[in-house]
């Protein structure tokens, strides 16, 4: 009798729990969010990223969140200068670039979000995933009108690293259906190693020291398909 009683109350604590998820699951949203970043050494003056994810119990102060996310960029061409005519087009050249595959987790803190359209986000995030860096090493050709490629080299393994993010976040329909944030953020990721590491056998030139610890900017679009209009 007692063992019944302890199963009854075991699958009613078990149905509570699993009606208490299924109803905050509907407060969750899918999002997508691009992001650039501030770097001189960069073609563009800068890297970028894009992503998509889940931001779980959205309506909550605090929203766990887990994404994919693809970053890259190219840095400037690094040239050699023919030093009997610098005018001239350069001797060589190498080109480098980089992508990286990553996967993101994190908590978004909201701020002032009771009863208000618009309020205050703090984000840190973090990605761990693969990167792959390519370089090209050109040489102009005999006829001076075009590049070859004399020689590429490839770096491939795992990176690690966090970001922080400050902005506003507020919706943008009336059902509450969809939002808009704008962050301002700091990435830790850090390159330069891994562009360093590039080696060619001609050795008369080379990838520069480039930091990659900088500011950008973001916006992110977050979708409740659960929400009624």
């Known amino acids: 009798m007692v063992y019944k009683i302890i199963i009854n109350i075991v699958y009613l604590c078990i149905g509570l729990i699993s009606h208490h998820c299924v109803s905050q699951l509907k407060n969750s949203s899918i999002y997508t969010e ?6 001189t050494g960069f073609k563009n003056n800068g890297f970028a990223d894009a992503e998509v994810g889940v931001a779980f119990f959205n309506n909550f102060w605090i929203s766990p969140e887990i994404g994919t996310n693809y970053s890259f960029g190219a840095l400037e061409d690094q040239n050699k200068i023919n030093p009997n005519a610098p005018n001239f087009a350069p001797e060589s050249i190498l080109e480098t670039r980089y992508n990286a595959f990553l996967l ?3 908590p978004k803190i909201s701020i002032g979000k009771t009863d208000e359209n618009l309020w205050w986000v703090i984000q840190p995030k973090f990605f761990t995933g ?11 050709s005999k006829t001076r009108e075009k590049y070859d490629i004399t020689e590429s080299q490839k770096d ?5 690293f966090f970001n922080l993010s400050i902005g506003i976040e507020g919706y943008i329909t009336d059902s509450e259906k969809l939002s808009l944030a704008f962050f301002i953020r700091y990435t830790t990721m850090q390159l330069n190693n891994r562009f360093r590491s590039i080696k060619f056998d001609t050795p008369d030139i080379s990838n520069r020291n480039e930091s990659t610890q900088t ?7 977050y ?3 659960f929400k009624k209009e």
């Not at 691009?34 to 770097?39: E, G, I, W």
């Not at 491939?156 to 690690?160: A, K």
């Not at 500011?215 to 679009?221: R, S, V």
């Open 34 to 39: 691009l992001s650039t970043y501030r770097d």
């Open 104 to 106: 993101t987790i994190s």
């Open 130 to 140: 693969n990167l792959t860096v390519n370089s090209d090493y050109l040489t102009l």
């Open 156 to 160: 491939n393994g795992n990176i690690s």
């Open 215 to 221: 500011l950008g900017i973001g916006l992110k679009l």
């Open 223 to 225: 979708f409740n398909p």
